[in-house]
């Protein structure tokens, strides 16, 4: 049977890291994470014409079964919600997603995870299973790290230091928004794994951000260097009340300079609701985003993982 909106989001909630427990009252975040969950993981279990619509555009002429959502018991203990996936919307990208489990991860569980996800999907030929754990890098053997979820109260992070010349001011368009992919290109070639790790959003996204006033220039001395985006709320808040960071970019005259840390904490004093959280996804390896947003008073409250197929 497949479970309520609400049951998912009771297993979801236990399996938090224990200071977003502290961040906001737990009856509100099982609500946001209830209507998380029933309009994704329930829905797409439950609906077959989202599935056959995602055959479509996905994998023409797979079963439609196989773009369903499954909950599945793995062990006697530990039932898994599995879904397909595509990095970027990408069908030569196919993976699996345990978006759902009934305890937190253990690496007995792998084994018995990895099989029903190859049971469900084979015919996708997925790559990897991708999990969630609230867990440090490295908890659990055999998996690898993916990306990082960095968050903290808005109030904590506004209070830090920034140098003096540096400011954001908001971009109401995107006429720089040549100048950052260029930027995002030079970080590419000077670090060939970037491409990996992180891309920038695109133009209707930051126009997105920038309709919501979430959108701003960061300038030194009053010479453009980069973008800082928010997104208010999406799926990447955990449950919380939360912006989401979009994208940090500085152009390449400016990195290399300390300025990322900075630059988060004046996005933090520019964001309009300053009672939530201000959380982002960075990539395991990609050290330099990772430093800034902990120098910044970010915290990392877990992340997901992979494991081969």
Request: glycine share 8%; proline share 6%.
């Amino acid at each position: 049977m497949i479970p309520s909106g609400r049951e998912l989001a009771e297993y979801t909630l236990a399996r938090q890291h224990p200071v977003t427990r502290t961040w906001l009252d737990d009856a509100a975040r099982l609500e946001n994470l209830s209507a998380m969950h029933e309009g994704t993981e329930v829905e797409l279990a439950a609906d077959p014409g989202i599935a056959a619509a995602r055959i479509a555009k996905m994998a023409p002429g797979t079963p439609v079964r196989s773009m369903l959502n499954h909950w599945v018991q793995v062990r006697a203990d530990q039932c898994a919600m599995f879904s397909m996936r595509f990095e970027g919307m990408d069908p030569s990208k196919p993976f699996v997603d345990a978006s759902t489990l009934s305890r937190a991860l253990e690496v007995g569980d792998l084994a018995g995870l990895a099989a029903a996800a190859v049971e469900h999907y084979a015919v996708h030929k997925p790559s990897y299973l991708r999990l969630w754990s609230s867990q440090p890098v490295g908890a659990i053997a055999g998996t690898e790290p993916d990306r990082r979820f960095l968050a903290a109260p808005i109030e904590v992070l506004r209070v830090g230091e920034v140098p003096a010349g540096l400011a954001l001011t908001p971009a109401t368009d995107l006429r720089h928004y040549e100048d950052a992919q260029a930027a995002y290109d030079a970080v590419d070639r000077a670090h060939p794994r970037h491409v990996e790790q992180a891309s920038i959003s695109s133009r209707d996204e930051l126009q997105e951000s920038a309709d919501e006033g979430l959108l701003f220039n960061v300038e030194v001395d009053g010479v453009w260097a980069g973008y800082s985006a928010a997104l208010d709320g999406g799926e990447d808040t955990l449950g919380l009340s939360a912006y989401v960071v979009r994208d940090v970019i500085l152009a390449p005259g400016f990195r290399g300079r300390g300025l990322g840390a900075s630059v988060s904490t004046l996005l933090a004093r520019a964001l309009p609701d300053q009672s939530r959280v201000l959380i982002g996804t960075i990539h395991a390896n990609n050290k330099g985003a990772l430093h800034a947003a902990t120098q910044s008073g970010r915290q990392d409250v877990g992340g997901w993982l992979t494991y081969p197929l």
